[in-house]
């Protein structure tokens, strides 16, 4: 089955930094990829995704990009403010019920 | 719009008892999700359910039950709990049309002791 890789654990910039989330995945049919963010006693939400027919997809201050030679995407977030300190997980699947989870990143911003 | 609720939100069980999570959500979806989260480990698949009667194995089944006896509906429920099964059940509904990005609920942290 599908193995999603995610790094770094714990990440740490200055308000205003950039901040980048990198995740691998191990099935090349792997077809859609979301990231999620979750605030401390909630739910992860759905951020940003992006399908394998796209290279890259940008929402505002943040943007993913997808390597499918090289099977890995990553999160990118500009002007990091304090209010995106949460814990942001990657994901990748092919059919709706096969989605595997990254094992989560923690983005802490320093004001 | 509630979304996807989750009850309840907190629960301490002892080591054999039973209990039943809750799921329900308002958005029509057919997919809906158990999902438990455990530190470092990020989510892993529980079971899920592709419609109104329909339900399948996920990643880490071993110890639960699950039921859809409505679409709106998905009951998780332990029959034994264990202190392996302390965690945080997160429930979560999709579109079946297509691959597409999960609802979750706000999660129930469970703790058996």
């Known amino acids: 089955g599908e193995n999603v890789e995610q790094h770094p654990s714990t990440l740490s910039v200055q308000e205003g930094d950039s901040a980048v989330i990198k995740c691998t995945y191990s099935?090349?049919?792997?077809?859609?990829f979301p990231w999620y963010k979750q605030e401390l006693g909630k739910g992860p939400q759905l951020i940003i995704d992006i399908r394998s027919n796209v290279g890259e997809k940008k929402d505002q201050r943040i943007a993913v990009t997808l390597n499918k030679t090289a099977k890995h995407f990553s999160l990118h977030i500009t002007e990091t403010q304090p209010e995106d300190s949460a814990v942001y997980f990657c994901?990748?699947?092919?059919?709706?019920?096969?989605?595997?989870f990254g094992a989560g990143t923690r983005l802490t911003v320093k004001p | 719009n509630a979304g996807v609720t989750q009850t309840p939100k907190f629960r301490v069980l002892k080591t054999g008892q039973s209990m039943t999570l809750l799921c329900a959500q308002d958005?029509?979806?057919?997919?809906m999700y158990w999902y438990r989260q455990d530190p470092g480990m990020g989510l892993r698949l529980i079971h899920y359910?592709?419609?109104?009667?329909?339900?399948a194995k996920g990643e880490v089944p071993d110890g639960y039950n699950v039921s859809r006896l409505k679409k709106q509906n998905f009951l998780l429920g332990l029959e034994s709990a264990a202190p392996s099964q302390t965690s945080v059940y997160f429930c979560a509904s999709s579109y079946l049309s297509q691959v597409d990005g999960y609802t979750f609920g706000s999660g129930t942290r469970l703790t058996v002791v």
């Open positions: 099935d090349s049919a792997s077809n859609y």
């Open positions: 958005m029509n979806h057919e997919y």
């Open positions: 994901a990748a699947s092919i059919y709706n019920n096969d989605m595997r």
């Open positions: 359910s592709v419609g109104e009667g329909t339900t």
